[in-house]
């Protein structure tokens, strides 16, 4: 099995919370992007029952997940190859 070198890129999500239920996500390349849109959202806000938050997200390169689900397909194929999965005759 070769390795590949994994590339991690910093994504920021800014959240809006409005009366206890997220309204809205954003992401965006740059923390000053996502503060920015943070500050515009907190002037329209009320105090009292809605938030807002800018989280960093960091993300795995495309390649690496796709051999993981690669992986993990060949393993059901196995198990049910074995006889795990439930039987076409079966009842409910």
Do not use: I
């Not at 070198?5 to 996500?25: C, N, P």
């Not at 997940?65 to 397909?73: L, N, P």
């Amino acid at each position: 099995m070769r390795v590949h070198k994994t590339v991690h890129k910093t994504m920021w999500v800014a959240v809006r919370v409005q009366r206890g239920f997220v309204s809205e996500v954003r992401a965006y390349a740059d923390e000053r992007s996502a503060r920015r849109r943070e500050r515009w959202w907190r002037q329209e806000m009320n105090p009292d029952y809605d938030e807002t938050a800018v989280s960093p997200v960091r993300l795995s390169s495309p390649r690496r997940r796709v051999r993981q689900r690669t992986a993990m397909r060949k393993r059901r194929t196995e198990a049910g190859d074995r006889g795990c999965g439930r039987d076409a005759d079966s009842e409910l």
